[in-house]
């Protein structure tokens, strides 16, 4: 007779505790340990979620607590996907998302390739090449608030440096259509070290025997990447490029702290203008169908996007 | 069983003692505790040494929460709107009393200012319209008008003084470099500091609003378009605003305003407000100077500036001669839902004392009580003294409307879209404004 781990785990049971166990099927305890959890996710995400969607089939707004709630159909959403400006700060959003992503792949690939290379001081240039994502957006967006001081910050300085352009006479947050690009580098600067790891663990998983089987069929390190290389490190890339677009979609404080959404909107990503319409301006029946919109452009796109991972994950 | 039983009941009944006993506690210390909300600013912190007066005067302990100005509205407004009891008394923006008043999160005063014998027209006319009163220009009365602040100027006395300085203005423009009296001067003060090199270090022309996120440019622009002939609406007919909010004088007040920007800014200001403008000021970066006039004990104070360096000016006249001024400065107002009535009363009552307020005066907290500020001894009293007085009396306000947020956010909005970033003309943006505001008001269903 063996003694598993569910047999001591059984004798160590309380009598009491065991008598009223018993009873019971293993659907039903299956049950009790999930309960919990799915009561918390249905509290704090599923309920939240149908209270919205009827919230923005409504006129409520949530600082006029006497106000009569109207039912006003599909004039939210009409209202929305009518709006220039709503679709303006959509593009703005893509821009920010696209280029963020772009950089911090391209980058924090070549990073990673590099890295995973063995030479004196690995650990070191590791550690500090991640330190911009241990510190806080507060910090970041302050940081370059001053690095991009067009008197005294070292962006505009390293300009005139290289280039002779005066560096007080262009400013990379205000107008001339820098800002917009100005907040992607921060981003890039902050997050490339995180894409750079997932790559990174990506890389390590290969194993030396297939580059060690090439090198016996000599084949080139140009053939080596593009045929090894890249295509097992493609789900991770894919999964760092995943985790940064969910991220980057929900941009808020970094860009606000920059820019606060200008000059003018070029900087209003779609997340900042939906909470000065949540919480500032308090149309909360019109930023609940807003929050929507964007809820099922990101569940869309992500499903879409998660299709594809698997798909690249089996071949 | 029987034991197990006697320590449950054990662990129940002291549980509950110490509930009950807590709770006891706590409802004690709320009556003997006041917390006050306001923006965390130099008078705020005036206002803690002040309150210590009621302190011992009422053995209830003050409590302060303070928080920055770009998140000031966000935060409170938050609070008051879910029924937070965080504040029993709140010194709230002037703007906000609308919707303070029309959704009760503000106790109506009027009872309370009769039975203490507070009367209102001993505050400054234009503090009791613009803080307390919900609708306008009636007596119904929300807050005590606490702390009185308007939108000026101030300007380097000391570099307009200098006579190489002097020599070259009139050299360049024939005639004498004054303070400017009119808003065409000002940028041509303006225009003449933009790059100069003074003591060895390049200065600009002045530092003016343009802050994106919360209300500064609104409050910049604002304060140039009254003296244009800017108006919210029709005076005849409520909330009709075209022709009068993009009147030709608006137009072009907008257009100076922009035109100031291009001309005579520090590089890189695209996003400034308050904070932004006394740092340019302190040091040195700027000739003159718009903000607040709560920011000018500070610079009085001030090793760079103070000391006789700094000039204080009325907003200046429009084309027209007009002057007009953006209101600042709030009043104090006890939160509905407090726990504490009596006692936040008890602090209005201690306020509004003439002691009190001449304390308040001396302390650099802006009185609106008139027997302080027509003392014969109050311009003296202060270099800025009689530039607050004259410019208190030509002030205007935002809309005091339950929807200001909405109406602040539109204006930010369109007026950083043309100003800054350069989109459009002015015509446009007014134009726009005019479509957003009636929009909101439809919404609101007072069109």
């Given at each position: 007779?063996?003694?598993?781990?569910?047999?001591?785990?059984?004798?160590?049971?309380?009598?009491?505790v065991a008598?009223?166990?018993?009873?019971l099927s293993?659907?039903?305890?299956?049950?009790i340990?999930?309960?919990?959890t799915?009561?918390?996710?249905?509290s704090?995400?599923?309920?939240p979620?149908?209270?919205?969607?009827?919230?923005?089939?409504?006129n409520?707004a949530?600082?006029k607590?006497?106000?009569?709630?109207?039912?006003?159909?599909?004039?939210?959403?009409?209202?929305?996907l009518?709006?220039?400006d709503?679709?303006a700060?959509?593009?703005?959003?893509a821009?920010?998302?696209?280029?963020?992503i772009?950089?911090?792949?391209?980058?924090?690939?070549s990073l990673?390739?590099?890295?995973?290379?063995?030479?004196?001081?690995?650990?070191?240039?590791?550690?500090?090449?991640?330190?911009?994502?241990?510190l806080?957006?507060?910090?970041?967006?302050?940081f370059?608030?001053?690095l991009?001081?067009?008197q005294?910050?070292?962006?505009?300085?390293?300009?005139?440096?290289?280039?002779?352009?005066?560096?007080?006479?262009?400013s990379?947050?205000?107008p001339?259509?820098?800002?917009?690009?100005?907040i992607?580098?921060?981003?890039?600067?902050?997050?490339?070290p995180?894409?750079?790891?997932?790559c990174?663990?990506?890389?390590?998983?290969?194993?030396?025997?297939?580059?060690?089987a090439?090198?016996?069929?000599?084949?080139?390190?140009?053939?080596?990447?593009w045929t090894i290389?890249?295509?097992?490190a493609l789900?991770?890339?894919?999964?760092?490029?995943l985790f940064?677009?969910?991220?980057?979609?929900?941009m808020?404080?970094?860009?606000?702290?920059l820019?606060?959404?200008?000059?003018?909107?070029?900087?209003?990503?779609a997340?900042?203008?939906?909470?000065?319409?949540?919480?500032?301006?308090?149309?909360?029946?019109?930023s609940?169908?807003?929050a929507?919109?964007?809820?099922?452009?990101?569940?869309?796109?992500a499903?879409?996007y998660?299709?594809?991972?698997n798909?690249?994950?089996?071949? | 069983?029987?034991?197990?039983?006697?320590?449950?009941?054990?662990l129940?009944?002291?549980?509950?003692a110490?509930s009950?006993g807590f709770?006891?506690?706590?409802a004690?210390?709320?009556?003997?505790e006041?917390?006050?909300?306001?923006?965390a600013?130099?008078?705020?912190?005036?206002?803690?040494?002040?309150?210590?007066?009621?302190e011992?005067?009422?053995?209830?302990?003050?409590?302060?929460?303070?928080?920055?100005?770009p998140?000031?509205?966000?935060?409170?407004?938050?609070?008051?709107?879910?029924?937070?009891?965080?504040c029993?008394?709140?010194?709230?923006?002037?703007?906000?009393?609308?919707?303070?008043?029309?959704?009760?999160?503000?106790?109506?005063?009027?009872?309370?200012?009769?039975?203490?014998?507070?009367?209102?027209?001993?505050?400054v006319p234009?503090?009791?319209?613009?803080?307390?009163?919900?609708p306008?220009?009636?007596?119904?009365?929300?807050?005590?008008?606490?702390?009185?602040?308007v939108?000026?100027?101030?300007?380097?006395?000391?570099?307009?003084?200098?006579p190489?300085?002097?020599?070259?203005?009139?050299?360049?423009?024939?005639?004498?470099?004054t303070?400017p009296?009119?808003?065409?001067?000002?940028?041509?003060?303006?225009?003449?500091?933009?790059?100069?090199?003074?003591?060895?270090?390049?200065?600009y022309?002045?530092?003016?609003?343009?802050?994106?996120?919360?209300?500064?440019?609104?409050?910049?622009?604002?304060?140039?378009?009254?003296?244009?002939?800017?108006?919210?609406?029709?005076?005849?007919?409520?909330?009709?605003?075209?022709?009068f909010?993009?009147s030709?004088?608006?137009?072009?007040?907008l257009?100076?305003?922009?035109?100031?920007?291009?001309c005579?800014?520090?590089?890189?200001t695209?996003?400034?407000?308050?904070?932004?403008?006394?740092?340019?000021?302190?040091?040195?970066?700027?000739?003159m100077?718009?903000?607040?006039?709560?920011?000018w004990p500070?610079?009085?104070?001030?090793?760079n500036v103070?000391?006789?360096?700094t000039?204080?000016?009325?907003?200046?006249?429009?084309?027209g001669?007009?002057?007009?001024?953006?209101?600042?400065?709030?009043?104090?107002?006890?939160?509905?839902?407090?726990?504490?009535?009596?006692?936040?009363?008890?602090?209005i009552?201690w306020?509004?004392?003439?002691d009190?307020?001449?304390?308040?005066?001396?302390?650099?907290?802006?009185?609106?009580?008139?027997a302080?500020?027509?003392?014969?001894?109050?311009?003296?009293?202060?270099?800025?003294?009689?530039?607050?007085?004259?410019s208190?009396?030509i002030?205007?306000d935002?809309?005091?409307?339950?929807?200001?947020?909405?109406?602040?956010q539109?204006?930010?909005?369109?007026?950083?879209?043309?100003v800054?970033?350069?989109?459009?003309?002015?015509?446009?943006a007014?134009?726009?404004?005019?479509?957003?505001w009636?929009?909101?008001?439809?919404?609101?269903g007072?069109?």
């Amino acid at each position: 007779m063996t003694d598993t781990p569910a047999d001591r785990l059984a004798r160590a049971t309380p009598q009491p505790v065991a008598r009223r166990i018993r009873g019971l099927s293993d659907r039903a305890i299956a049950w009790i340990f999930v309960a919990p959890t799915i009561f918390l996710l249905l509290s704090v995400n599923i309920f939240p979620l149908i209270w919205t969607i009827r919230l923005s089939f409504t006129n409520f707004a949530a600082n006029k607590p006497n106000a009569e709630v109207k039912w006003v159909g599909l004039r939210n959403y009409t209202r929305i996907l009518t709006d220039a400006d709503t679709w303006a700060n959509m593009q703005t959003t893509a821009h920010f998302l696209i280029w963020t992503i772009t950089f911090q792949v391209l980058i924090g690939f070549s990073l990673a390739w590099l890295i995973n290379r063995k030479f004196k001081g690995n650990d070191l240039v590791t550690t500090l090449i991640v330190i911009p994502m241990m510190l806080s957006p507060a910090v970041v967006g302050n940081f370059w608030t001053f690095l991009y001081q067009p008197q005294i910050g070292l962006v505009n300085y390293a300009v005139e440096f290289l280039t002779g352009i005066p560096a007080d006479s262009f400013s990379m947050l205000g107008p001339g259509g820098w800002a917009r690009w100005a907040i992607v580098i921060v981003d890039t600067w902050m997050w490339t070290p995180f894409v750079m790891l997932i790559c990174l663990a990506g890389l390590r998983s290969i194993p030396d025997y297939i580059y060690e089987a090439a090198e016996v069929d000599r084949a080139s390190k140009w053939r080596q990447f593009w045929t090894i290389t890249l295509p097992m490190a493609l789900p991770f890339l894919m999964l760092a490029v995943l985790f940064r677009g969910i991220e980057n979609f929900r941009m808020f404080d970094l860009v606000v702290l920059l820019t606060g959404g200008g000059p003018g909107d070029e900087t209003l990503l779609a997340s900042i203008d939906l909470k000065r319409e949540a919480f500032e301006k308090w149309r909360t029946g019109y930023s609940s169908a807003y929050a929507i919109v964007l809820f099922v452009t990101v569940f869309g796109l992500a499903s879409i996007y998660v299709k594809a991972l698997n798909k690249v994950k089996e071949r | 069983m029987m034991k197990s039983l006697y320590v449950k009941g054990l662990l129940t009944a002291g549980t509950v003692a110490c509930s009950m006993g807590f709770g006891t506690m706590m409802a004690h210390a709320d009556e003997k505790e006041l917390t006050l909300c306001w923006a965390a600013w130099d008078p705020a912190n005036a206002l803690v040494e002040l309150s210590k007066g009621f302190e011992a005067s009422s053995g209830i302990k003050m409590k302060f929460e303070f928080v920055p100005w770009p998140n000031f509205a966000d935060r409170m407004l938050n609070e008051l709107n879910s029924g937070g009891k965080l504040c029993d008394l709140m010194i709230g923006d002037s703007q906000w009393i609308g919707g303070a008043a029309e959704n009760g999160w503000y106790v109506k005063l009027n009872e309370f200012f009769d039975k203490e014998g507070i009367k209102m027209d001993a505050f400054v006319p234009a503090t009791v319209t613009g803080y307390s009163e919900w609708p306008k220009n009636t007596p119904n009365y929300w807050s005590l008008p606490a702390f009185g602040d308007v939108v000026g100027w101030t300007y380097r006395k000391d570099w307009f003084e200098r006579p190489e300085i002097k020599t070259a203005f009139k050299e360049k423009f024939g005639r004498d470099l004054t303070p400017p009296a009119t808003f065409d001067e000002l940028k041509q003060v303006a225009e003449f500091f933009q790059g100069r090199k003074i003591d060895g270090k390049t200065v600009y022309g002045a530092s003016i609003y343009t802050e994106r996120g919360s209300e500064g440019i609104t409050m910049g622009v604002m304060d140039v378009l009254y003296s244009y002939g800017f108006k919210y609406e029709n005076p005849k007919k409520p909330y009709d605003m075209k022709g009068f909010v993009d009147s030709a004088g608006a137009v072009k007040g907008l257009e100076f305003y922009k035109s100031l920007y291009d001309c005579c800014v520090a590089p890189g200001t695209s996003n400034t407000y308050m904070g932004e403008g006394i740092d340019a000021y302190k040091s040195g970066q700027v000739a003159m100077q718009m903000n607040f006039a709560f920011t000018w004990p500070g610079f009085e104070a001030d090793p760079n500036v103070g000391g006789g360096k700094t000039g204080y000016l009325v907003n200046p006249a429009g084309p027209g001669g007009e002057k007009f001024a953006q209101l600042g400065g709030q009043g104090i107002s006890v939160v509905a839902n407090t726990d504490n009535m009596d006692g936040a009363l008890g602090y209005i009552k201690w306020f509004a004392q003439k002691d009190v307020q001449d304390k308040w005066w001396s302390m650099g907290g802006f009185s609106c009580l008139r027997a302080v500020v027509e003392d014969p001894n109050f311009t003296k009293s202060q270099p800025y003294a009689q530039t607050f007085l004259d410019s208190m009396a030509i002030v205007k306000d935002f809309w005091a409307e339950p929807s200001y947020a909405t109406l602040l956010q539109a204006s930010q909005k369109r007026f950083h879209d043309y100003v800054v970033a350069g989109n459009g003309t002015a015509k446009e943006a007014l134009d726009g404004l005019i479509a957003d505001w009636t929009e909101t008001f439809e919404d609101e269903g007072k069109l």
